[in-house]
């Protein structure tokens, strides 16, 4: 579909005047869906915004769960040396995307975190349709040919356990997230995964040596902050458990270990290819908007070696309806 993303960003990331997420600037990097066209430019009042309710509706169906396309992958970049990642939530339907796009990547070693291997790997070597609510969400087959899949329960194994699995990772993505079931349940579900659980493994990484660790989250996550808690998208999706709430504790916990980290806060997840530029925003700056799951694993990917990415929070959608130009005067 397109040439690297990590170079892309590294591309537009270098100019000072347009920084990756400067609050209240919008950096779009517009992709195409037929050529290799790539482009990026930055404006402040442009927002392809849907109503806020519909991205509400997307967003609480897809919230925590995570996902795979057969993509090209991305060329690794070497500004950062990564020469082992590790996925936690590899079968879910933004992991899978990511776990491919890295298991297709020369030079490097790929670890599979799951909670049961047998089940994974019979899980990830079929495509299959999965119906999430009112949403029918298509996933393809990943070949796990070149991938270590090993247990990693971030609910039910000790920090210890896990810091064992990752022993020698140096890059770690963390696309796990509680799958709403039971509403009963919900609460419990998002506490000890999105709070409780993800903290341990960000623990577990920490004692492991991990360099760099990507966390999958959602736009609205700092909603209270900053006066989106009556907001419809917040309310709706917050109404899972309180997983927004869950995944805050989260992400500050990451922010306060100490190790490098990039937060990914995409919108209403969607299964299909992008249709649409990526607008990649500053932190608490969207409230609505949807993406394609393809383009959060290619942003995921990046932020693992993009130096520029470093302790940032980048909130992504697409930015729908705009037509794809040469970034810089370069077709990518």
């Given at each position: 579909?397109m040439?690297?993303l990590?170079?892309?960003?590294?591309?537009?990331?270098?100019?000072?005047?347009?920084?990756?997420?400067?609050?209240?600037r919008?950096?779009?990097?517009?992709?195409?869906?037929?050529?290799?066209?790539?482009?990026?430019?930055?404006?402040?009042?442009?927002?392809?915004?849907?109503?806020?309710?519909?991205?509400?509706?997307a967003s609480?169906?897809?919230?925590g769960?995570?996902?795979?396309?057969?993509?090209?992958?991305?060329?690794?970049?070497?500004?950062?040396?990564?020469?082992?990642?590790?996925?936690?939530g590899?079968?879910?339907q933004?992991?899978?995307?990511?776990?491919?796009?890295?298991?297709?990547?020369?030079g490097?070693?790929?670890?599979?975190?799951?909670?049961?291997?047998?089940?994974?790997s019979?899980?990830?070597?079929?495509?299959?349709?999965?119906?999430?609510?009112?949403?029918?969400?298509?996933?393809?087959?990943?070949?796990?040919?070149?991938?270590?899949?090993?247990?990693?329960?971030?609910v039910?194994?000790s920090?210890?356990?896990?810091?064992?699995?990752?022993?020698?990772?140096?890059?770690?993505?963390?696309?796990?997230?509680?799958?709403?079931?039971?509403?009963?349940?919900?609460?419990?579900?998002?506490?000890?995964?999105?709070?409780?659980?993800?903290?341990?493994?960000i623990?577990?990484?920490k004692?492991?040596?991990?360099?760099?660790?990507?966390?999958?989250?959602?736009?609205l996550?700092?909603?209270?902050?900053?006066?989106?808690?009556?907001?419809?998208?917040?309310?709706i999706?917050?109404?899972?458990?309180?997983?927004?709430?869950?995944?805050?504790i989260?992400?500050?916990?990451?922010?306060?270990s100490?190790?490098?980290?990039?937060?990914?806060?995409?919108?209403?997840?969607?299964?299909?290819?992008?249709?649409g530029?990526?607008?990649?925003?500053?932190?608490?700056?969207?409230?609505?908007?949807?993406?394609?799951?393809?383009?959060?694993?290619?942003v995921?990917?990046?932020?693992?070696?993009?130096p520029?990415?470093?302790?940032?929070?980048?909130?992504?959608?697409?930015?729908?309806?705009?037509?794809?130009?040469?970034?810089?005067?370069?077709?990518?």
């Amino acid at each position: 579909m397109m040439k690297s993303l990590a170079v892309s960003l590294l591309l537009l990331l270098s100019n000072p005047a347009e920084a990756f997420v400067t609050p209240g600037r919008e950096t779009i990097l517009r992709v195409s869906t037929t050529t290799t066209t790539l482009s990026a430019t930055t404006n402040e009042n442009t927002v392809d915004r849907r109503s806020l309710f519909q991205k509400a509706a997307a967003s609480c169906a897809a919230i925590g769960l995570a996902s795979l396309t057969t993509a090209p992958a991305p060329a690794f970049a070497a500004t950062v040396q990564i020469k082992k990642v590790a996925v936690a939530g590899a079968t879910g339907q933004t992991g899978r995307r990511i776990l491919e796009r890295l298991a297709s990547s020369k030079g490097l070693s790929v670890i599979g975190g799951v909670r049961n291997v047998d089940t994974a790997s019979a899980s990830l070597s079929k495509s299959s349709t999965v119906i999430r609510g009112a949403m029918v969400q298509s996933v393809s087959s990943v070949d796990t040919s070149a991938v270590d899949l090993r247990r990693l329960n971030v609910v039910d194994d000790s920090v210890d356990t896990m810091a064992e699995t990752l022993k020698g990772v140096d890059g770690l993505v963390i696309a796990v997230g509680y799958v709403p079931g039971n509403p009963l349940k919900w609460n419990e579900a998002a506490h000890s995964v999105d709070n409780v659980g993800t903290c341990r493994l960000i623990d577990a990484a920490k004692k492991a040596g991990v360099k760099k660790v990507v966390l999958v989250t959602s736009i609205l996550t700092n909603g209270r902050a900053w006066g989106q808690e009556k907001s419809a998208g917040f309310v709706i999706t917050n109404a899972f458990g309180s997983v927004l709430d869950e995944k805050l504790i989260a992400e500050n916990y990451l922010r306060a270990s100490g190790m490098d980290y990039t937060i990914v806060r995409p919108g209403g997840l969607k299964a299909k290819p992008a249709t649409g530029a990526l607008l990649v925003k500053g932190e608490d700056t969207t409230n609505s908007g949807e993406i394609s799951r393809d383009l959060v694993a290619d942003v995921c990917v990046a932020s693992l070696t993009d130096p520029k990415t470093s302790k940032k929070i980048l909130e992504i959608i697409e930015d729908d309806g705009t037509p794809p130009k040469a970034f810089n005067g370069l077709v990518m």
